[in-house]
């Protein structure tokens, strides 16, 4: 499974897009010509002009772990293959800009930034600048739960009906399943409504009970516990069930909770559409007339608790590491996110709130503008984070997953990261009752009917997964 950040239009899931509802994107009009790589060693630091062809050493290196012999030294040919296959990814796909990190114990490390950050200004991509994470946020949102569960404050067998009314089966769908995305609930995402709404106005607010209103119109896919399918609607009502717990805000419960525990100063839970300087500006295709667009200033608030996040490479490397080996959990909650189940996709499989892709364990993420990669191959303590200041699919491919393919081909031959192509599937039109008007607390009454389209390649499966990594 693939999981990506929340992405209203196109159904896509950051597993690949067969996650998260991706809207469905057509190649960018022109390819930017990029330079060289630039390189960065701290998120502060000011690019030079020209990276040279040695890898940036990162700190924190140690001695190689057993088993960790198969992955590359990041350093010599591997840097230059690494260059030169980003290079070629960005080239064909046409992203703007991308930033690359690769860090093993013991082996070293690998930090470039290619392409610009701004099409106008032509700027540089470096790699002290602050993006959208989409739905890397999930990571986030499902481990300020497991911390109420640690707390003894939820059970993760507890129903979501316990804490949130108007859920359809609240009484049999358990937060547990909505974390591992099991629930059977519709992913508002995939609703045309709320895509028409979000596409004409992409700076509106949306408040956590519209987005579920737009979910609740729909029958669920299936029963709860059935099988796996990438929803938004799961990790929205999380994050409500988080704020109902804990008598406070999402965003100061994760700031205070999760975020800083995890000892990350630039990672943050934006309450607007305001992005902290520097950052990158992003671009999208995902518009009323499928013409690109600067997306930097939308409003993430669609994808609240599934995919509203800020933050940067430096961040992303650290959580990458926390999430994967549970720092700031108990064992046991632990031992519970890392539980996969099957997906349907191959090699693919997703516990609480995170994915295990070939052996590399963590999220992606998407949505409007900008694309996440963040993972952790326990086998080296390696991790891999790709930061992308574009969207737009090339060929049905997210090109957050060509990156990691390319990249992942390279150090980790044994292990690629690989997402299928998502079959387009187009909104589910509005019921016959205004979505503006439906409210959570009046669903419709659930089916066991699914209405997802198979992925286009692997093994026919009754339910595609939104590709992990979009909202």
Request: proline share 11%.
């Amino acid at each position: 499974m693939t999981p990506t950040c929340a992405r209203p239009p196109r159904n896509r899931s950051n597993v690949s897009r067969a996650i998260a509802v991706a809207l469905a994107a057509a190649a960018l009009p022109t390819a930017l010509a990029c330079g060289g790589p630039t390189r960065t060693d701290r998120p502060n630091a000011t690019a030079p002009a020209a990276a040279s062809s040695s890898p940036a050493t990162g700190p924190g290196e140690g001695t190689a772990p057993p088993g960790g012999a198969a992955f590359p030294q990041l350093s010599g040919d591997i840097t230059k293959r690494l260059d030169s296959a980003i290079q070629d990814v960005l080239k064909e796909t046409g992203v703007p800009g991308v930033i690359a990190g690769v860090w093993a114990n013991g082996k070293g490390s690998y930090v470039r930034a290619f392409g610009v950050s701004d099409k106008q200004s032509n700027a540089k991509m470096t790699s002290d600048l602050y993006m959208r994470i989409g739905s890397v946020t999930k990571t986030f949102t499902v481990t300020g739960l497991l911390r109420l569960v640690d707390q003894g404050k939820v059970k993760l067998d507890d129903p979501v009906g316990k804490y949130v009314d108007g859920v359809p089966d609240g009484d049999k769908i358990t937060l547990r399943q909505l974390a591992d995305m099991r629930s059977g609930l519709f992913n508002y995402s995939e609703d045309a409504g709320f895509d028409k709404t979000l596409k004409e106005d992409p700076e509106r607010t949306f408040l956590p009970a519209e987005l579920l209103a737009y979910a609740f119109q729909h029958p669920s896919n299936f029963p709860p516990g059935q099988r796996f399918q990438y929803s938004n609607t799961n990790t929205v009502l999380i994050g409500m069930v988080i704020e109902k717990v804990a008598k406070q805000p999402l965003a100061g419960y994760l700031q205070r909770n999760v975020i800083s525990p995890a000892r990350l100063g630039r990672t943050s839970f934006p309450r607007n559409a305001s992005l902290p300087d520097p950052h990158a500006r992003g671009y999208t295709t995902d518009t009323t007339d499928g013409q690109e667009a600067d997306a930097t200033g939308w409003n993430p608030s669609w994808a609240w608790a599934a995919g509203a996040m800020v933050s940067d490479l430096r961040d992303m490397r650290t959580w990458a590491h926390t999430l994967a080996t549970g720092t700031i959990l108990s064992p046991a909650s632990q031992k519970a996110r890392l539980d996969f189940q099957p997906t349907g996709l191959p090699g693919t499989g997703y516990g609480l709130g995170i994915f295990d892709n070939h052996g590399w364990i963590g999220h992606n993420g998407s949505l409007p503008g900008y694309q996440a990669v963040v993972v952790y191959l326990p086998e080296a303590e390696a991790t891999l984070v790709l930061l992308l200041n574009s969207d737009t699919a090339h060929q049905g491919s997210e090109p957050s997953t060509l990156f990691a393919q390319a990249v992942t081909k390279i150090v980790s031959p044994g292990h690629v990261y690989t997402l299928p192509a998502m079959a387009s599937t187009p909104p589910t039109p509005v019921p016959s009752s205004s979505p503006g008007t439906a409210t959570p607390s009046a669903p419709s009454a659930p089916s066991a009917s699914p209405s997802v389209v198979p992925p286009t390649s692997g093994p026919t499966v009754p339910v595609v997964p939104p590709t992990p990594g979009t909202t």
